[in-house]
């Protein structure tokens, strides 16, 4: 899976690439600093499964239409700086961003967030967030480190809903 990701600080860059390569899945992540270096990718974006980007702008739809005016539909995942307006979010969500994240996170809340916007899932251990987990293999839904054991139908139709979410599941 290849993903672009524009993030000025290397440093962060760095950790999220090591982290995500340590799970199941590999991931060949182009890291960029800098919003130009986006536009000299031309229309080799279509090449993309997924776009992670921390732009000086995230009110700008520049970056967005060229990235779909390239050719390429794969999902967008903005971070955002902890100082940032909350009155922006409701542009951002105008704005049609797949998912939106704020520093200072964690790595396993972006690995949640890109396996989650790319449909991959480790088949063993959901992580909704910090106190809620749900570990498929030993039918183990935990929260706040309250362990509830789960039947095997109960579980099953759990890592179901999980899975397809946030989409609408019909009873068939």
């Not at 039947?151 to 809903?161: D, P």
Request: some cysteine; aromatic content about 12%.
């Amino acid at each position: 899976m290849k993903v672009l990701f524009l993030e000025p600080d290397r440093a962060l860059a760095d950790t999220i690439d090591i982290f995500m390569n340590q799970l199941r899945l590999k991931m060949k992540m182009k890291k960029i600093q800098t919003e130009e270096e986006i536009f000299q990718e031309g229309s080799d974006l279509a090449v993309y499964s997924l776009f992670i980007l921390n732009l000086k702008n995230p009110t700008d739809p520049a970056i967005m239409k060229f990235i779909r005016q390239s050719g390429s539909d794969a999902p967008i995942l903005l971070i955002l700086d902890k100082e940032v307006n909350t009155n922006i979010l409701k542009t951002l969500y105008y704005l049609s961003y797949d998912d939106v994240i704020i520093k200072d996170f964690s790595p396993d809340e972006i690995a949640f967030r890109i396996y989650k916007l790319c449909h991959i899932w480790n088949d063993d251990v959901f992580c909704l967030s910090k106190e809620v987990c749900f570990d498929f293999k030993n039918a183990l839904f935990i929260h706040q480190e309250e362990k509830t054991f789960l039947g095997k139908k109960e579980a099953l139709f759990l890592k179901y809903l999980l899975a397809k979410s946030p989409h609408v599941v019909s009873f068939e």
